[in-house]
């Protein structure tokens, strides 16, 4: 059962939430959230001067810092605010209505909570609020994505140091990253889910090189990273030694509802519809839905299939609440908000006519410098990136419907 009302706690603490971001988040800042893309990047900021607008961006997040919001869930030693399930939900949840800058840890942070010894939690966890370092993921490989745990990246223990051989791919951000956490195989001889083990290592570590790779939307934060004789110090193992995929499987007190995404969606369709309307009266509408006997009820689908993805969201959270860990509803979650991105980005396209592939952002024909060409390029990796459909559909059939494996 999913209750979809607030206690009258709940509604004050949204008051607080909304109240803080109407006052701490520059109009011009939440306007310029309206030209991302759904399903990635969009175009550059609309600011004359970008150095502005990343003071306002950082201004933002400070103060989302200084009240412990960038880790709700966290003990406030480490600079969270120890918010029960509900709040954190609430928070998540009006920052994205008013499409916020984030100021959230990684989950490796939470990894590290939960796992990681003392030493490694004082050095490393005030560094994720405060948004000091950024991270890249080492998991996946050639020949080694949705089979993770076939990975044969080396790490070979030598004294008080392991020694890296091997490479990685698709890691995105790579070249702009201060650490990496990623899963390197200690132990060739064991079962491939064990043998495994969980690492922090820096970026400038000698033997470490990065190669960028092109995206067809033009953009190139995805990366090659190969590993020659990289030495990382034996003390920077998350959790126990040649028991790191249990450790990577690991997420703790961080946002798994995706609120963030069911609204991103429901709030870019209404960027669409806002757009129709304004070129409703010109005598030469770019956008017009009337082109096709289908298109109406098509967009109607959409919006319709983003509230239902936000019932997911609140599926999930409503397990949370009752103390309950989300397992193949997470994957039903993500496997209806994926394929919908790819939807939208569909529709959105057939509603642009021939301005949809316009990608030149400072060409005044083109709808939202670009917005939903980028879009659509860019939703081609939502149903892969962070598990595939297929993987999910596996979580669900096994898992939810008790079928047995293939």
Not at 4 to 20: H, I, K, L
Not at 229 to 236: A, L, N, S, T
Request: proline share 6%.
């Amino acid at each position: 059962m999913v209750d979809f009302s607030d206690t009258p706690e709940q509604a004050e603490w949204r008051q607080v939430v909304a109240e803080f971001v109407e006052e701490a988040l520059p109009a011009k800042l939440r306007n310029d959230a309206r030209y991302a893309a759904l399903g990635g990047p969009g175009s550059a900021p609309t600011w004359p001067d970008p150095k502005e607008h990343d003071r306002a961006v950082d201004d933002f997040r400070d103060a989302l810092i200084e009240r412990g919001w960038a880790a709700p869930a966290w003990p406030k030693q480490y600079g969270g605010a120890e918010l029960p399930v509900d709040q954190q939900f609430i928070l998540n949840e009006v920052l994205a209505e008013y499409r916020a800058p984030r100021a959230g840890v990684l989950d490796v942070g939470s990894t590290i909570m939960v796992h990681a010894s003392d030493a490694l939690k004082q050095r490393f966890l005030p560094g994720f609020v405060e948004g000091k370092d950024k991270w890249a993921q080492g998991y996946s490989e050639p020949g080694s994505g949705s089979d993770l745990a076939s990975l044969r990246t080396r790490a070979d223990r030598d004294g008080d140091d392991f020694v890296l051989n091997g490479q990685k791919i698709w890691t995105s951000n790579a070249r702009d990253a201060d650490w990496m956490f990623g899963l390197f195989r200690t132990d060739p001889d064991a079962p491939k889910h064990r043998g495994i083990t969980y690492l922090l290592l820096e970026m400038d570590t000698p033997g470490i090189s990065v190669r960028p790779l092109e995206q067809i939307n033009g953009r190139n934060e995805f990366n090659e990273v190969f590993f020659e004789d990289v030495r990382v110090p034996v003390d920077q193992a998350v959790g126990e030694i040649n028991r790191g995929w249990y450790v990577g499987a690991t997420h703790l007190d961080f946002e798994r509802s995706s609120i963030g995404s069911a609204l991103t969606m429901l709030q870019t369709l209404g960027d669409l519809f806002e757009l129709i309307e304004e070129e409703a009266d010109e005598p030469a509408p770019r956008v017009d839905p009337q082109r096709s006997p289908t298109l109406r009820g098509e967009i109607a689908d959409r919006w319709t299939e983003s509230n239902v993805a936000r019932l997911f969201s609140y599926r999930v959270i409503s397990m949370q609440l009752r103390d309950e860990v989300p397992n193949y509803e997470a994957s039903m979650q993500k496997l209806f908000t994926d394929q919908l991105v790819q939807a939208i980005a569909r529709t959105a396209m057939k509603t642009l006519g021939l301005y949809g592939p316009l990608w030149d952002g400072e060409d005044e024909r083109t709808v939202l410098r670009a917005k939903w060409s980028r879009g659509y390029l860019g939703a081609v990796a939502t149903t892969i990136g962070g598990g595939t459909s297929e993987i999910q559909r596996n979580i669900i059939a096994t898992r939810g419907l008790g079928l047995p494996r293939g």
